[in-house]
């Protein structure tokens, strides 16, 4: 029997909905990229030299933190309703080790870790499905708080001023109760909500101002189409409109906040395919919050992951990777899509640039995901595969 | 010229008048006796059906065809000899139920007691039966019978965890008349305890009305006509798993009805049906908020299968079927099907020992195409204690609406799954005055391909493409013995055991949720027509529960024990108590989603 005995016959019912929201629920974060940028301007001069990949060994850290420095954090998110959510860990010295989580707490990781966030000492695994956030010692792993009070369905964290915040969409079937709470990073408890739109996803901090990108949740009022802007000093929230599907949300040097906009299907009312809405890249201002390019995507094309390295930003339709610069207008929307830079054999489900590595997760909600890793600079050479948890979907840099 | 032409007809007259008596005669004496096949068939009588409330409970003690079930009380489905859940097909009363929308039957929904008969026919035999019969066949049948008066039968029932029901059914035949209704009804909170966990079964309340009406009319010794009707209506909150809680529910509505006529003259049997049947669910993501999603079919069907009996060693079956289906759901259009099938059976008796079947089958839909299915299958009976039976078919099993339709993702050029079985049997029965005995084995091989799955495309979307290809072989034996001793002690005792190897044949891995050895047990003790002990085993094997053997579900044995004491002079009355998993065995049939823990049932039941 095969994935349709388990998995469809949920009653086929169950799993088409899950097929949904595994369809929603676009996976991929540069929120280390972030963090690591925000880390170079508080701690210029103590930050440690970013290893290049080459074929020496580099020297370990004498005095590690924990035993998962130095390396790559690996979220899989497990399959629905499985409870098979694991974290793997990717040392600088090439050594893999799979489901961290369960290994240091002998404790089950959850259903549908959807993503991880940083502070300086810890590390917030929002688990989706178990309605809840595990917080813990980013190197060592080991438990430090589980956040239930206040958390319904937690997608992202971030830290921010002293304060941590996760995008929440309350009773998913709710559409007027989603949030983003604010965490005492001291106790590690909700301190209070900040109540918005439909279906907060990522969030990206610049100065005093946190982005909020909504995708829409369950789509009860329709495909999400802005990115509240939350100014936090006041908490008050405002609201840019932008293309269907706001999802990641990057910032580049020059202090735009950059949104990847997926686009939707479009079905008359016997469920007929009609049309879709393309995706785009849209550029905001994050001084002004105005929109100042939107790069539409041709040929209705629907994108589901932006990584942003450098002045390059790449993003991919399917298994196509394609990428462009900072500076891109609206005029270039015409040949954006001209040549991919690579294409990938299967379906991928996440893929993230860390130290001119590519990392790629094929799709696999059944059995342990495969990941890729290609040199950014090289992608014609074979790439390295490794065996990873089931459902792997992002990777974070921790140092 | 002339004189010829007479006494040609003079012979002809003689001959046709003389094999008229000798039909008759024969009539009178066989019955028309339908000529043995080569299928191995576990047949389970209303005794046994009487006292189980639902399908997977028989045939979880009476054969040794494994399941998988959510939960008690959730969803059951099927897997018999590895196979997948659509590829065992379920009639009733000849009607296939299996679902439109999603390929299989929840067996934890179809309530026993109304019928008179289940039969299991293992192994495959679409040519003979049609869509999905590759691991095997139920038939939930009612036998139509005159002139036995009438009878009723009355059940109360009160169990752990909030659990009750009752059951009602009356029959009434006089010698050309029949008529049979009943209604039931169960409900149950079933928050049992998760055993060595902290939480319970909760979300897991559930509850389901069942009305069936057989009426039949027979207006001469050729010709009856028989309706059959059935009402479902159920609910049940999903569940929560172990680890992840639950506010989701499932509503359920089904009904069917069936029109036959049956005409008997001479040497032929002819059963002209027509049908209609219809399936309709929702699914509430919450049960706290109105929104849900609905998947309904309307099926219309047409039927008509015509037996000849040449004499009684040769017999011909030809039949047809045309079934117009209309789909409608909130992630499908509007769409229908219509699906013609013709098929032929040629029963041959060589002698009284030899007997063999012939079956071809050809179905054109309008959403795909089938080849032409073939069986063959033969039995050998050297002695009258001892037989041996072997088959081979040709099997398929058709694409589901929510395959073809589901939107995004579904995929209008897929194709029939297909298989290949064959199967060798033997069987031997004896009795040795107050002890008998019967024993059955069977040898068995499934080659499979084309099989649907749902697969990420490069578009995000996942779709259901033919990929797939398993091959499972394995044996079955069952044994059954009875004895009477002293005409006041009587011993039963009923076991099967099955050894299933079923693999992916990309992988050579044993496919999830496919149990390697399966056993199952009941003895049951009776001291003259008093108390009766019964105590059922069931050995659950370890089964890997993610396509790589990464995870697995532990073996358990699991035991129960039911005591039943009739009272009242004539015995109408018989008060029963059934304690499930006496011994407290914490057990799972799906990852996570654990079995209850010890829990009683009392039962009265009155019948006159």
Same mark, same amino acid.
């Given at each position: 029997?095969? $994935?349709?005995?388990?998995?469809?016959?949920?009653?086929?019912?169950?799993?088409?909905? $899950?097929?949904?929201?595994?369809?929603?629920?676009?996976?991929?974060?540069?929120?280390?990229?972030?963090?690591?940028?925000?880390?170079?301007?508080?701690?210029?001069?103590?930050?440690?030299?970013?290893?290049?990949?080459?074929?020496?060994?580099?020297?370990?850290?004498?005095?590690?933190?924990?035993?998962?420095?130095?390396?790559?954090?690996?979220?899989?998110?497990?399959?629905?309703?499985?409870?098979?959510?694991?974290?793997?860990?990717?040392?600088?010295?090439?050594?893999?080790?799979?489901?961290?989580?369960?290994?240091?707490?002998?404790?089950?990781?959850?259903?549908?870790?959807?993503? $991880?966030?940083?502070?300086?000492?810890?590390?917030?695994?929002?688990?989706?499905?178990?309605?809840?956030?595990?917080?813990?010692?980013?190197?060592?792993?080991?438990?430090?708080?589980?956040?239930?009070?206040?958390?319904?369905?937690?997608?992202?964290?971030?830290?921010?001023?002293?304060?941590?915040?996760?995008?929440?969409?309350?009773?998913?079937?709710?559409?007027?109760?989603?949030?983003?709470?604010?965490?005492?990073?001291?106790?590690?408890?909700?301190?209070?909500?900040?109540?918005?739109?439909?279906?907060?996803?990522?969030?990206?901090?610049?100065?005093?101002?946190?982005?909020?990108?909504?995708?829409?949740?369950?789509?009860?009022?329709?495909?999400?189409?802005?990115?509240?802007?939350?100014?936090?000093?006041?908490?008050?929230?405002?609201?840019?409109?932008?293309?269907?599907?706001?999802?990641?949300?990057?910032?580049?040097?020059?202090?735009?906040?950059?949104?990847?906009?997926?686009?939707?299907?479009?079905?008359?009312?016997?469920?007929?395919?009609?049309?879709?809405?393309?995706?785009?890249?849209?550029?905001?201002?994050?001084?002004?919050?105005?929109?100042?390019?939107?790069?539409?995507?041709?040929?209705?094309?629907?994108?589901?992951?932006?990584?942003?390295?450098?002045?390059?930003?790449?993003?991919?339709?399917?298994?196509?990777?394609?990428?462009?610069?900072?500076?891109?207008?609206?005029?270039?929307?015409?040949?954006?899509?001209?040549?991919?830079?690579?294409?990938?054999?299967?379906?991928?489900?996440?893929?993230?640039?860390?130290?001119?590595?590519?990392?790629?997760?094929?799709?696999?909600?059944?059995?342990?995901?495969?990941?890729?890793?290609?040199?950014?600079?090289?992608?014609?050479?074979?790439?390295?595969?490794?065996?990873?948890?089931?459902?792997?979907?992002?990777?974070?840099?921790?140092? | 010229?002339?004189?010829?032409?007479?006494?040609?007809?003079?012979?002809?007259?003689?001959?046709?008048?003389?094999?008229?008596?000798?039909?008759?005669?024969?009539?009178?004496?066989?019955?028309?006796?339908?000529?043995?096949?080569?299928?191995?068939?576990?047949?389970?009588?209303?005794?046994?059906? =009487?006292?189980?409330?639902?399908? @997977?409970?028989?045939?979880?003690?009476?054969?040794?065809?494994?399941?998988?079930?959510?939960?008690?009380?959730?969803?059951?489905?099927?897997?018999?000899?590895?196979?997948?859940?659509?590829? @065992?097909?379920?009639?009733?009363?000849?009607?296939?139920?299996?679902?439109?929308?999603?390929? #299989?039957?929840?067996?934890?929904?179809?309530?026993?007691?109304?019928?008179?008969?289940?039969? *299991?026919?293992?192994?495959?035999?679409?040519?003979?039966?049609?869509?999905?019969?590759?691991?095997?066949?139920? /038939?939930?049948?009612?036998?139509?019978?005159?002139?036995?008066?009438?009878?009723?039968?009355?059940?109360?029932?009160?169990?752990?965890?909030?659990?009750?029901?009752?059951?009602?059914?009356?029959?009434?035949?006089?010698?050309?008349?029949?008529?049979?209704?009943?209604?039931?009804?169960?409900?149950?909170?079933?928050?049992?305890?998760?055993?060595?966990?902290?939480?319970?079964?909760? =979300?897991?309340?559930?509850?389901?009305?069942?009305?069936?009406?057989?009426?039949?009319?027979?207006?001469?010794?050729?010709?009856?006509?028989?309706?059959?009707?059935?009402?479902?209506?159920?609910?049940?909150?999903?569940?929560? @798993?172990?680890?992840?809680?639950? *506010?989701?529910?499932?509503?359920?509505?089904?009904?069917?009805?069936?029109?036959?006529?049956?005409?008997?003259?001479? =040497?032929?049997?002819?059963?002209?049906?027509?049908?209609?049947?219809?399936?309709?669910?929702?699914?509430?993501?919450?049960?706290?908020?109105?929104?849900?999603?609905?998947?309904? *079919?309307?099926?219309?069907?047409?039927?008509?299968?015509?037996?000849? /009996?040449?004499?009684?060693?040769?017999?011909?079956?030809?039949?047809?079927? /045309?079934?117009?289906?209309?789909?409608?759901?909130?992630?499908?259009?509007? #769409?229908?099907? @219509? #699906?013609?099938?013709?098929?032929?059976?040629?029963?041959?008796?060589?002698?009284?020992?030899?007997?063999?079947?012939?079956?071809?089958?050809?179905?054109?839909?309008?959403?795909?195409?089938?080849?032409?299915?073939?069986?063959?299958?033969?039995?050998?009976?050297?002695?009258?204690?001892?037989?041996?039976?072997?088959?081979?078919?040709?099997?398929?099993?058709?694409?589901?609406?929510?395959?073809?339709?589901?939107?995004?993702?579904?995929?209008?050029?897929?194709?029939?799954?297909?298989?290949?079985?064959?199967?060798?049997?033997?069987? /031997?029965?004896?009795?040795?005055?107050?002890?008998?005995?019967?024993?059955?084995?069977?040898?068995?091989?499934?080659?499979?391909?084309?099989?649907?799955?749902?697969?990420?495309?490069?578009?995000?979307?996942?779709?259901?493409?033919?990929?797939?290809?398993?091959?499972?072989?394995?044996?079955?034996?069952?044994?059954?013995?009875?004895?009477?001793?002293?005409?006041?002690?009587?011993?039963?005792?009923?076991?099967?055991?099955?050894?299933?190897?079923?693999?992916?044949?990309?992988?050579?891995?044993?496919?999830?949720?496919?149990?390697?050895?399966?056993?199952?047990?009941?003895?049951?003790?009776?001291?003259?027509?008093?108390?009766?002990?019964?105590?059922?085993?069931?050995?659950?094997?370890?089964?890997?529960?993610?396509?790589?053997?990464?995870?697995?579900?532990?073996?358990?044995?699991?035991?129960? *024990?039911?005591?039943?004491?009739?009272?009242?002079?004539?015995?109408?009355?018989?008060?029963?108590?059934?304690?499930?998993?006496?011994?407290?065995?914490?057990?799972?049939?799906?990852?996570?989603?654990?079995?209850?823990?010890?829990?009683? #049932?009392?039962?009265?039941?009155?019948?006159?």
């Amino acid at each position: 029997m095969m $994935i349709d005995q388990c998995q469809i016959e949920i009653y086929n019912v169950q799993s088409t909905i $899950i097929f949904k929201i595994m369809k929603q629920i676009k996976l991929l974060t540069y929120l280390l990229t972030l963090t690591f940028f925000i880390g170079c301007t508080d701690d210029d001069d103590t930050l440690p030299v970013v290893p290049t990949p080459d074929p020496v060994i580099p020297t370990p850290d004498p005095d590690p933190l924990g035993e998962y420095q130095n390396g790559l954090l690996l979220l899989n998110e497990g399959n629905f309703l499985s409870a098979n959510s694991s974290v793997s860990f990717l040392s600088d010295e090439d050594q893999l080790t799979n489901g961290i989580f369960t290994t240091v707490n002998s404790s089950v990781l959850g259903d549908v870790a959807q993503s $991880i966030g940083f502070t300086t000492t810890d590390a917030y695994i929002c688990v989706n499905n178990s309605a809840k956030v595990e917080v813990v010692n980013r190197y060592t792993f080991e438990s430090l708080a589980t956040i239930t009070e206040g958390i319904n369905s937690p997608r992202y964290f971030i830290e921010a001023n002293d304060l941590g915040y996760i995008s929440d969409w309350g009773d998913p079937n709710d559409a007027a109760d989603d949030f983003v709470a604010v965490i005492n990073l001291e106790t590690r408890e909700v301190a209070s909500t900040i109540a918005v739109n439909e279906g907060p996803e990522r969030l990206l901090v610049v100065d005093n101002k946190l982005f909020v990108s909504h995708k829409g949740g369950y789509d009860l009022n329709g495909p999400g189409s802005s990115v509240s802007v939350i100014d936090l000093t006041t908490n008050t929230v405002t609201s840019i409109a932008t293309m269907e599907n706001p999802d990641d949300l990057v910032l580049d040097v020059s202090g735009n906040v950059w949104v990847l906009t997926e686009g939707s299907t479009i079905y008359d009312i016997d469920w007929n395919v009609i049309g879709s809405n393309p995706g785009s890249l849209t550029k905001i201002n994050a001084t002004t919050n105005a929109v100042e390019e939107t790069i539409e995507m041709p040929n209705d094309a629907q994108p589901s992951h932006l990584v942003l390295n450098n002045d390059t930003l790449y993003f991919n339709i399917g298994t196509d990777l394609y990428a462009t610069t900072t500076s891109v207008t609206s005029n270039d929307a015409a040949t954006i899509l001209d040549a991919p830079i690579i294409s990938f054999n299967n379906s991928i489900y996440g893929f993230n640039i860390v130290d001119s590595r590519l990392f790629v997760m094929e799709t696999n909600f059944t059995s342990n995901a495969t990941m890729l890793e290609y040199s950014i600079a090289d992608l014609t050479s074979n790439p390295i595969s490794r065996t990873v948890g089931v459902g792997a979907s992002k990777i974070y840099k921790n140092e | 010229m002339k004189r010829i032409t007479t006494t040609a007809i003079a012979i002809l007259f003689l001959t046709l008048s003389y094999s008229q008596d000798s039909l008759q005669n024969l009539k009178e004496v066989m019955l028309y006796k339908k000529i043995k096949d080569g299928y191995t068939k576990v047949i389970i009588g209303d005794s046994v059906l =009487n006292a189980t409330n639902t399908l @997977t409970e028989v045939l979880q003690q009476y054969t040794a065809i494994s399941f998988k079930e959510y939960g008690k009380g959730q969803l059951s489905s099927i897997a018999f000899r590895g196979t997948s859940a659509a590829q @065992t097909a379920v009639y009733w009363n000849g009607v296939p139920i299996n679902s439109m929308l999603n390929g #299989q039957t929840n067996f934890n929904t179809i309530a026993t007691n109304f019928f008179d008969v289940v039969t *299991v026919e293992n192994g495959g035999n679409s040519a003979g039966q049609g869509s999905g019969a590759i691991g095997g066949s139920v /038939f939930l049948k009612d036998n139509i019978h005159f002139g036995k008066g009438s009878e009723t039968s009355l059940q109360a029932q009160i169990g752990s965890y909030d659990s009750y029901g009752f059951r009602s059914k009356y029959s009434y035949s006089s010698k050309d008349f029949y008529i049979k209704a009943g209604l039931q009804h169960y409900q149950s909170r079933n928050d049992y305890p998760f055993i060595g966990f902290d939480v319970k079964h909760e =979300n897991a309340a559930y509850y389901n009305w069942n009305f069936n009406l057989n009426v039949a009319y027979k207006w001469n010794s050729a010709n009856s006509l028989e309706g059959f009707a059935h009402f479902f209506d159920g609910a049940n909150e999903n569940g929560r @798993t172990l680890y992840v809680q639950s *506010v989701s529910a499932t509503e359920d509505a089904n009904s069917r009805f069936l029109l036959r006529w049956l005409w008997e003259p001479n =040497n032929i049997r002819n059963k002209l049906s027509t049908a209609y049947f219809k399936e309709h669910y929702k699914y509430y993501m919450s049960k706290y908020f109105d929104t849900y999603s609905f998947g309904e *079919v309307d099926n219309y069907r047409l039927e008509d299968s015509f037996t000849y /009996f040449l004499n009684s060693a040769l017999q011909l079956d030809a039949g047809f079927s /045309f079934q117009y289906s209309e789909v409608e759901g909130s992630n499908i259009p509007e #769409q229908n099907r @219509t #699906q013609t099938e013709f098929h032929t059976r040629l029963s041959h008796k060589i002698n009284n020992r030899i007997a063999y079947n012939v079956q071809w089958r050809k179905a054109i839909s309008s959403d795909f195409s089938v080849p032409h299915i073939f069986s063959f299958d033969i039995q050998y009976e050297p002695a009258a204690f001892y037989g041996i039976k072997a088959n081979t078919a040709t099997n398929f099993r058709q694409p589901t609406f929510n395959d073809l339709y589901w939107a995004p993702g579904g995929n209008l050029d897929l194709n029939v799954e297909k298989a290949w079985t064959i199967e060798a049997s033997h069987y /031997f029965k004896k009795k040795f005055g107050a002890l008998s005995l019967f024993a059955q084995q069977s040898f068995f091989h499934i080659d499979t391909e084309d099989l649907i799955q749902w697969q990420p495309m490069d578009s995000g979307n996942w779709s259901p493409i033919n990929i797939a290809k398993t091959n499972h072989y394995g044996m079955e034996c069952s044994l059954k013995v009875d004895y009477v001793y002293k005409s006041k002690h009587l011993f039963q005792l009923q076991a099967n055991y099955a050894y299933t190897i079923a693999e992916d044949e990309e992988t050579d891995l044993q496919l999830i949720y496919v149990p390697k050895h399966t056993f199952s047990s009941v003895v049951n003790y009776r001291f003259k027509k008093k108390l009766n002990t019964s105590i059922y085993w069931n050995y659950y094997d370890d089964m890997f529960t993610i396509a790589d053997h990464t995870d697995a579900i532990n073996s358990a044995m699991v035991m129960d *024990v039911k005591l039943a004491y009739p009272i009242g002079i004539k015995k109408p009355i018989t008060i029963g108590l059934r304690i499930n998993n006496i011994w407290n065995t914490a057990y799972l049939l799906y990852d996570d989603r654990p079995m209850p823990d010890r829990n009683i #049932q009392c039962t009265i039941n009155y019948n006159f």
